[in-house]
């Protein structure tokens, strides 16, 4: 049993949100019971093996012998969860202190003498490591944590060179835990630092993960048995310091020394989270997250993580035409020669020339189809979504209107939030667990408008539809009182809120709430219009102005060009159009082109990718693409020079120039730029002018049904189709049972 | 050397080295829950509107925030209601009823001994075997039990269901030690033949009268009293005569 797990944990939290919402009673009473962010206090100075140090006060001592350049070992401490102290591997030696001390769950004070570096401390060291591997399996070699294991590093660097334990009573044996299909789980290796406990209930929101028993005989585990129902759980198997919990998908594949990592950025969701890709030869091995405290911190999503596998099925490898009823291989010639001539066949001219931009279309290749599709001397640029073929209803014009703007790491600040046809935790799971975070330390008010959903804390439920939003905006309602009364009030839009029918009202209405209550809401320290993209191209296609001119978007189109649209309708294509895909997979898209041009995929591309808050960001080449698959945009450039209006661009530097011209923020890595207040009201002014447009009190529908699968790569994945069984359609199945049914071709 | 590779052989084929030769420790007792006949989830558990008044009781004690805090008395409560054992039904309806995530009050119930997680007998007996108690003879005391209710071991239950043995730790009461616990009464100072008579006593359905089994009050010294052996002074004697 884990005193600071149980502290924090709320008793109405996940699952109960029925009555969560009904009863304000519950409401009251169930208030936070400690706030654990403290105010940040003045620094005091320490000597850490005789070098003077300064910390802000309230530190762990083990944060001051970091910072005073000591590595301490540890297992349970980690800097992103509560302090359990259990792990006893962190001891540091303290003036006037009798014993060891554990520096995780120890004050640094000030004028405090410490030392790591002493006989005591590394007799202590020695002495604990020989207690946990008292009961630790010697698998190391069939272990999938070899190489990367704490455990094993720490013992080579801290522990003795023998063993006094010569297992007269054997070992501890604990059986395993059926988690599900994307954590494996190895319980005798377990050293119960209840990290994994720790993120379940402080993070993920899964509260059923806790310790069972006592002294030896615990464990950890869910008492009763169920799997891991969470996005972020694939982050307890890096958390995991042993082999206890290790990926499933993963088991077995590879050693992490045989493997390349490159740094990229994710595009499953619209977070942008921060990856490492592990590959060996042309493979993608597994994902692991990369830290970075502006986006992701160091959690990413199962989808993120898991669905790699996708990157192996179902992929075009050389172009294809369609002759008759099936696609015949072909050459790069033939194919862009063919696309010529479709285009010259289908007669289209001007707008009937349409170009659609899919969910996972990168920056350069939007700006390469933009401007060929122009150059053609179309202004058809058509999104894959609903309305995608009209103007979004908040514009393009102004930033601010389809921008994240309150930044991520700034939804902590805030301390009401209000959702609006969204469902954070399907549409950025790591944003959501943020939400979480402030919920659970801060008094932070959560309403939600839309269909009612599991967020993992607790809001009140404020209606599903526009009039829920009238209601608010006219202040009935306990929350909009509370929202009124909030300091950093935030309000954050579902995308799919553009695609609403409603939209246009609602986004007027919000923009007309957001002016009357400027104050607070648009100051040049706070933003809190904030819209939430779920498509990782999504704000690279508003950057670039990758939308319909009016006239265009009434314009039946006779050449469609699909850039990885794999949501299209088939129905709004019409019968006789001369239909190009280019993508990495096929999927929908490509079952409805006359040619398909294979292009590259997320991890085989060096490419920008612009998340949801306009923070432009580069992701790597990891992997070759498949046989003759190609960069996006150079396939958009070859096309150009076919069609007869090349491209002024033959290298990714010139494009990039370009990209520059068309904004410089698109190239501007790694930051985000904040719109100007004054900016910001203009944009807000040209969505409120429409504040009347009439409703039609359709209820706000979320988004994303089946969070595992929502784009080519993901729909592709086997490890996402087990998910989907387990998580979403909740089907009993046994995992470990797996290997022995009949396979599919790739095993 | 060929001749020694023949006699080696079938040592070889017949003495196979096993992969792994460490011995597995297993807990005395399960920590996790699985669905049985007589425990699972679907079983109905509810307090009596006896004992829901006392949990009301035990929860006013506690800040409205911090109703989980009456967990371990209200697992108690459930456990006596529960014929002694603590089902996952009566997890369950605590959970609920204290807005708790059912995990932590299986954390709580796990982490404590006395929270039978299992069925057990009509008279639970409980066998103290510490130290102080151990010196004084408990080691003949439980085998007295165990031997005496038709040879279980410390564990089980007796095949009629009136009896469940087990060994516990200090129980506190070492200076009238040996002692065994049943129910919640402490029977103290035994021989095996007071054990053999509090057992039948039980048996038939009697409750023995509780304490030491010796006869000497409480845990007075048993060879008489070497101090304060005088009468005890009344209210006003050696009194001024005034406040006599």
């Known amino acids: 049993m884990l005193r600071l797990v149980s502290t924090v944990s709320r008793p109405t939290s996940t699952g109960l949100l029925g009555k969560v919402v009904a009863s304000s009673h519950t409401q009251n009473c169930t208030r936070r019971p400690f706030s654990s962010t403290s105010p940040k206090q003045a620094d005091i100075t320490l000597t850490v093996d ?57 004050p640094a004070m000030p004028g405090s003498k410490v030392w790591t570096n002493t006989p005591l401390v590394h007799e202590a060291r020695e002495g604990v490591m020989e207690f946990l591997l008292a009961n630790h399996p010697l698998d190391c070699p069939i272990c999938d944590q070899g190489g990367e294991c704490d455990l094993q590093d720490q013992s080579m660097r801290y522990g003795s060179d023998r063993t006094r334990f010569h297992e007269i009573t054997g070992k501890r044996a604990v059986e395993n835990k059926d988690l599900g299909p994307l954590v ?66 993963y088991a077995y594949h590879a050693r992490p020394w045989e493997l390349k990592n490159t740094e990229s950025v994710d595009v499953l969701d619209a977070v942008g989270s921060n990856i490492r890709v592990d590959s060996r030869g042309v493979q993608v091995m597994r994902i692991q997250p990369r830290t970075n405290d502006d986006v992701n911190e160091e959690w990413i999503s199962d989808k993120t993580r898991y669905a790699y596998d996708g990157l192996k099925f179902q992929r075009l490898t050389t172009p294809l035409i369609k002759q008759g009823d099936r696609f015949v291989a072909a050459s790069w010639e033939d194919a862009l020669n063919a696309i010529a001539t479709g ?50 209803v908040h514009g393009i014009d102004i930033r601010s209107n389809y921008l994240f703007n309150s930044t991520i790491p700034g939804v902590e600040q805030a301390d009401a939030i209000l959702l609006v046809g969204t469902n954070p935790r399907h549409e950025a799971a790591v944003l959501n667990s943020r939400i979480r975070k402030s919920w659970l330390h801060t008094s932070l008010e959560v309403g939600l408008i839309g269909e009612r959903v599991d967020t993992a804390y607790g809001y009140e439920y404020l209606g599903a539809d526009a009039k829920a939003l009238t209601d608010f905006v006219s202040g009935k309602g306990e929350f909009a009182k509370k929202f009124a009364a909030a300091k950093r009030p935030l309000i954050i839009v579902g995308s799919s809120l553009a695609e609403h029918p409603d939209g246009q009202g609602v986004y007027g209405q919000l923009a007309k709430f957001v002016e009357a209550n400027k104050s607070k809401l648009v100051t040049p320290e706070w933003n809190g219009f904030s819209v939430l993209q779920r ?84 992701g790597r080449t990891a992997v070759p693409p498949p046989g003759a698959a190609r960069d996006d945009w150079k396939v958009i450039r070859a096309l150009s020079e076919i069609v007869g209006s090349p491209l002024p661009y033959d290298d990714v530097l010139t494009l990039r120039d370009r990209m520059w011209d068309i904004s410089p923020s698109l190239v501007r890595y790694d930051i985000t730029e904040s719109t100007s207040t004054d900016v910001a009201l203009v944009g807000l002014k040209t969505l409120s002018a429409k504040a009347n447009a009439k409703v039609s009190g359709e209820k706000f529908l979320k988004p994303i049904t089946n969070f595992y699968q929502t784009d080519v790569i993901s729909r592709a994945s086997v490890t996402m189709a087990d998910c989907t069984k387990a998580f979403v359609k909740n089907e009993k199945e046994e995992f470990s049972n797996l290997g022995k049914g009949p396979q599919a071709a790739f095993a | 050397m060929s001749l020694l590779r023949c006699l080696s052989r079938p040592v070889f084929a017949g003495a196979r080295r096993q992969i ?60 006596r209601q529960n014929k002694g054992w603590t089902s996952i039904s009566v997890m369950d309806y605590i959970a609920k009823l204290l807005e708790m995530t059912p995990m932590r009050v299986y954390e709580v119930a796990t982490f404590y001994t006395m929270f039978n997680r299992e069925p057990i007998g009509q008279h639970f007996v409980q066998v103290c075997t510490t130290t102080p108690c151990m010196l004084r003879g408990s080691t003949e005391i439980l085998d007295t039990v165990c031997s005496h209710l038709g040879g279980i071991h410390a564990g089980q239950t007796t095949k009629d269901g009136k009896f469940t043995v087990i060994e516990v730790e200090c129980q506190g009461a070492c200076s009238n030690a040996p002692m065994l616990v049943v129910g919640d009464d402490f029977y103290e100072d035994l021989t095996p033949e007071t054990t053999k008579k509090i057992i039948d006593s039980f048996a038939r359905g009697e409750v023995p009268k509780p304490g030491p089994q010796s006869g000497r009050q409480t845990s007075e010294n048993s060879a008489g009293l070497t101090a304060l052996t005088s009468k005890p002074y009344g209210p006003g004697e050696f009194c001024q005569p005034d406040f006599q």
């Open chain 1, 50 to 106: 005789g070098k003077e140090v300064t910390v802000p006060q309230g530190s762990a001592l083990i944060q001051a012998c970091e910072a005073a350049g000591s590595t301490i070992p540890r297992f349970c401490y980690h800097d992103r969860l509560a302090i359990a102290g259990n792990c006893r591997m962190c001891l540091v030696e303290v003036e006037r202190s009798p014993k060891p001390v554990a520096s995780c769950a120890m």
């Open chain 1, 535 to 618: 498509a990782a191209s999504r704000s690279a296609a508003y950057d670039i102005g990758f939308t319909p001119s009016k006239k265009a978007s009434e314009t039946k189109p006779k050449f469609i060009y699909l850039l990885n649209a794999d949501e299209v309708d088939p129905k709004s294509i019409p019968e006789n159009a001369f239909v190009v895909y280019q993508g990495h997979h096929g999927d929908i898209g490509a079952q409805l082109a006359d040619v398909c041009l294979p292009g590259a995929a997320y991890t085989e591309k060096s490419v920008t990718w612009v998340n949801t808050e306009g923070r432009a960001q580069l």
């Open chain 2, 20 to 79: 792994s030769t460490t011995a597995a420790t297993r807990s005395d007792a399960l920590f996790v829950h699985r669905d049985t006949p007589y425990n699972n989830t679907k079983i109905a558990f509810e307090f009596s509107p006896e004992n829901l008044k006392k949990a009301q009781q035990v929860i006013a004690r506690y800040p409205p925030q911090y109703k989980k805090a009456a967990v371990i008395p209200l697992l108690d409560l459930g456990q």
């Open chain 1, 343 to 392: 285009l010259a066949a289908s007669g289209a001219k001007d707008n009937e020339i349409q170009a659609i931009a899919g969910h996972l279309a990168d920056t350069e290749s939007l700006v390469a189809l933009k401007d060929l599709v122009n150059k053609l001397g179309s202004d058809n640029l058509a999104l894959d979504q609903v309305n995608g073929t009209s103007s979004p």
């Open chain 1, 184 to 249: 494996k789980t190895s319980m005798n290796r377990c050293i119960q630092c209840t990290r994994c406990v720790r993120f379940a209930n402080e993070v993920a929101g899964v509260e059923e993960l806790g310790t069972t028993g006592r002294g030896n005989d615990m464990q950890i585990g869910m008492y009763v048995e169920k799997t891991m129902n969470s996005e972020l759980s694939g982050n307890i198997v890096d958390l995991c310091p042993v082999g206890a919990l290790t990926s499933k998908p």
